[in-house]
Nanobody, 127 residues
């Protein structure tokens, strides 16, 4: 049974940093793209960042570009989201996801392109 488990969320002051992790179990996903999405209260889930299956391409939402960095460790079946210079508007429940298609690049930004999802980890940024 495939399971994705996020960790690393928490409460941080504006300007601070957090590092989210997503560990996959049940199978390996080395040839699939990975992504992070987030959902703020009262809003729809939105794309944050993706990394292609090779790890050579990355993609970021404009709102986080230059502040967040996505990476992965195939040996650990884990991917990460380093979040720096956090802002109150980054407050949300953050989800990790794995692409539906193998050999996918980092251009997939819609939920429908991802098959497996974690339960989310809460990030709260205080002013």
């Amino acid at each position: 049974q495939v399971q994705l488990v996020e960790s690393g969320g928490g409460l941080v002051q504006a300007g601070g940093s957090l590092r989210l992790s997503c560990v996959a179990s049940g199978r390996t996903f080395n040839i699939y793209a990975k992504a992070w999405f987030r959902q703020a209260p009262g809003k729809e889930r939105e794309f944050v960042s993706a990394i292609g299956w090779k790890g050579e391409t990355t993609n970021y939402a404009d709102a986080v570009k230059g502040r967040f960095t996505i990476s992965k460790d195939n040996a650990k079946n884990t991917w990460y989201l380093q979040m720096d210079s956090l802002k109150p508007e980054d407050t949300a429940l953050y989800f990790c996801a794995v692409s539906k298609r193998a050999f996918q690049g980092a251009s997939s930004t819609t939920e429908s392109e991802y098959r497996y999802w974690g339960q989310g980890t809460q990030v709260t940024v205080s002013p």
